[in-house]
């Protein structure tokens, strides 16, 4: 079997690994290689026809195909090589990984290697919602494949499950092809979009008579060939409700694309379903980093790019010195907390991207008061006025400067009102 080498292989071309190749070659880095299963680079933003993609990146704001274009023309610009249509399957070393495409198989060795395969979102089965599994059933990333990609016509009356961004993007479109969404369901007690999105969200329910049902959960499925009803249950009341439909979209619950992350035996982290990192995006593998929505499901487009900037930077640093931190201490959360990322502290000096770490919760909270210990050790606290699930908020970084570094991990606990 052939095997090529690079210097830098990204795993993954959509606005991460992109916004690496390109922070990398701008730092003089040649014989980076980007390998993409798809056809075309761009990653999720090109399904995505709505607009929002690319303030922070690239300083304008693109509907999400214009903003892959923008950066599949960069690429080209910048002469970095892609492979698309390949997919690597695994490792074949600490640095190697073994590639599969319409070609054949091969290896690509590399001195450093950048994991952005992005995340995805939990299908019905995953959800183990019961019923039947009948056509008509999607997730919002297949069905902008469908209604964007593929043009395939959908149905006439949806209902969408879950209440937070990625939902509204799913009522955009569906509404781009004219079928009209009887309900959102949560279960949650409230919607969960804070500005600057609200707007969006009035539209969706004021205008397109998109109702936001909370407290209430899917508890079946009915239809043979094609989605019939379904059936919802409140989780205040029991009461049970079939509601008519032929389309269910559901939305958000996010797992990140790890497979070759735990294939490659990466400490992972159970809370993101990503690979633990530092600040600095090293992975516990010396030479592997990791960006965008692998570390923890789906933030926006351009977060993932300066992220993927950032890793760039690491990178760059690990090329000249070969410094790969050893030891360090994991970064846990306490429920109502949900996760935080980087969740890792290898070295105090790695600062996350931006100079903030990002967390989620698992339930409203208000007044709330974060905590950060090492052991019984207060290093930072915090206060947020409202904490929403499905939302990330930024935690400072400065206390990093006080973590023992050999010492026991780091815990992050909330204080607050539950809203
Ligand atoms: C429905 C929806 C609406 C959104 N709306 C907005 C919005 O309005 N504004 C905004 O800023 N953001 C939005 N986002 C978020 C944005 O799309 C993502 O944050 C961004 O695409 C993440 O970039 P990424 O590079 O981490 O991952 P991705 O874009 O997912 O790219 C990962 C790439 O890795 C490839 N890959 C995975 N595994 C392998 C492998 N083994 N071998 C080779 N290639 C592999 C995949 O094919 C994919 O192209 C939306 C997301 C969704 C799902």
Redesign the pocket.
């Known amino acids: 079997m052939t095997t090529n080498h690079c210097t830098v292989l990204i ?7 992109l916004a690496a190749a390109l922070e990398l070659k701008h730092l003089g880095i040649d014989n980076i290689k980007i ?4 056809a075309e680079i761009g ?3 090109r399904f ?1 026809h ?1 607009t ?2 690319g303030l922070r990146d690239l300083r304008r704001v693109y509907s ?1 195909p214009a903003y892959a274009r923008e950066y599949q023309a960069k690429i080209a610009k910048a002469k970095i090589e892609v492979l698309t249509s ?3 399957t695994g490792w074949t070393g600490p640095r190697q990984v073994q590639m599969t495409s319409p070609t054949g198989i091969r290896e690509m060795a590399a001195q450093a290697i950048l994991l ?4 995805r979102e939990r299908p019905a089965a995953a959800r183990l919602v019961p019923g039947n599994r009948p056509a008509g059933i999607f997730t ?2 297949s069905l ?1 494949r469908f209604i964007y990609g593929a043009e395939q016509s959908i149905g006439h009356r949806a209902i969408v499950v879950g209440a937070e961004l ?1 939902s509204l ?1 799913a009522v955009l479109t569906l509404h781009h092809a004219q079928i009209p969404v009887a309900q959102m369901i949560t279960e949650h007690p409230a919607h969960q979009i804070d500005w600057p999105f609200i707007p969006a969200l009035w539209y969706a329910t004021r205008r397109l008579g998109s109702k936001v049902t909370t407290q209430t959960e899917v508890s079946r499925i009915l239809g043979h060939k094609r989605v019939e009803a379904i059936e919802l249950t409140s989780l205040k009341t029991g009461e049970v409700e079939t509601v008519a439909c032929d389309t269910i979209v559901f939305t958000g619950k996010w797992i990140a ?1 790890h497979e ?1 992350a735990r294939l490659g035996d990466l400490q992972m982290d159970k809370a993101t379903s990503g690979p633990q990192v530092d600040g600095a995006l090293h992975t516990s593998t010396p030479g592997v980093f990791a960006a ?3 570390l923890r499901g ?5 977060h ?1 790019a300066l992220e993927g900037r950032h890793a760039a930077h690491s990178i760059a640093h690990f090329l000249v010195n070969a410094f790969w931190p050893q030891s360090g201490v994991a970064f846990c959360v306490e429920a109502p907390l949900a996760w935080v990322a980087p969740n890792r502290v290898f070295t105090s000096l790695a600062t996350p991207p931006m100079g903030k770490f990002l967390f989620q919760v698992q339930q409203f909270c208000s007044r709330s008061q974060l905590h950060v210990y090492q052991g019984d050790r207060l290093l930072h606290s915090q206060t947020f006025a409202r904490l929403i699930p499905n939302c990330s908020y930024r935690l400072d970084s400065q206390w990093l400067a006080g973590v023992d570094g050999q010492g026991a991990p780091l815990r992050m606990t909330v204080d607050s009102r539950s809203a």
């Not at 390998?35 to 798809?38: A, D, G, I, L, Y």
């Not at 952005?116 to 995340?119: D, M, P, S, V, Y």
Request: glycine share 24%.
């Open positions: 795993i993954g071309g959509g606005p991460a690994g390998v993409e299963r798809e990653g999720v933003p995505c709505h929002g993609f999400g390949t997919t690597v952005a395969t992005g995340c919002t990333g902008q990625v993007s694309e070759l965008g929505n692998l789906a933030e926006t487009a351009d993932a």
